[in-house]
């Protein structure tokens, strides 16, 4: 199975500053019609995931333009331009290209 | 705008199965991929299979064959059904609307705990 590597586990962030989450598959997920299905999902507390980013950098319906992600080859990223208070919550980077598609450890965001 | 409702027992015996139905509102079953994903507690997520829109299904190697995904679409139902199931099945179950995009659909989940 391809191994999602994210980095940090815990991101303590300041309201209004900057935030990356970095993920790293163990093999390339770009599939064999030319697309990347790396994909980011938001789990804030006590609810179920939700989708922010599909195919690297397209946001998903709904979610707010400070997040945006980035990255090619074995090295993705998640970017939170200025956190607000609803982002706390746990970010999972996910593959879908090799089956089993799997997700990364989880980072979690809290505020400081 | 759909939503997605799982149900089933809470609770379940060792060795016996687990059945989960996710009922789909505001909208259709037809038409769409639909998967299940869980989550033990405290861990990160594991996606179990899916089914497409043609019928054809696809399960994760580490159930063993154990798992089982169908669609009733006169009823806007997907039901998973998990044999011989231990305590490492207990987790949250979540139905998904979607496939390698991750899902744009997502129920509230539902736990499942496996224990005599």
């Known amino acids: 199975d391809v191994v999602m590597t994210q980095s940090p586990l815990s991101l303590p962030v300041t309201l209004g500053q900057p935030a990356s989450i970095s993920c790293r598959p163990s093999q390339s997920p770009v599939y064999s019609d030319g697309n990347t299905y790396l994909n980011w999902f938001q789990q804030r507390p006590g609810q179920s995931p939700r989708r922010l980013i599909y195919k690297v950098s397209t946001r998903a319906s709904g979610v707010p333009d400070r997040f945006s992600g980035s990255g090619s080859g074995t090295d993705f990223t998640l970017t939170i331009s200025r956190v607000e208070a609803e982002d706390v919550g746990v970010y999972y980077c996910m593959q879908g290209t090799h089956w089993p598609w799997t997700f990364g450890q989880g980072t979690r965001v809290e505020i400081k | 705008q759909v939503q997605l409702q799982e149900s089933g027992p809470g609770l379940v015996k060792p060795s016996e199965t687990l059945s989960l139905s996710c009922t789909v509102s505001g909208g259709s079953s037809s038409g769409y991929y639909w998967s299940w994903i869980r989550q033990p507690p405290g861990k990160t997520l594991e996606w179990i299979g899916y089914?497409?829109?043609?019928?054809?299904?696809n399960y994760n190697p580490s159930l063993k064959s154990r798992a089982t995904i169908s669609v009733d679409t006169s009823k806007n139902h997907i039901s998973l059904k998990l044999t011989s199931v231990t305590a490492a099945d207990t987790a949250v179950y979540y139905c998904?609307?979607?496939?390698?995009?991750?899902?744009?659909?997502w129920g509230q989940g539902t736990l499942v705990t496996v224990s005599s």
């Open positions: 998904v609307r979607g496939e390698r995009m991750g899902g744009d659909r």
């Open positions: 089914i497409s829109n043609t019928g054809y299904t």
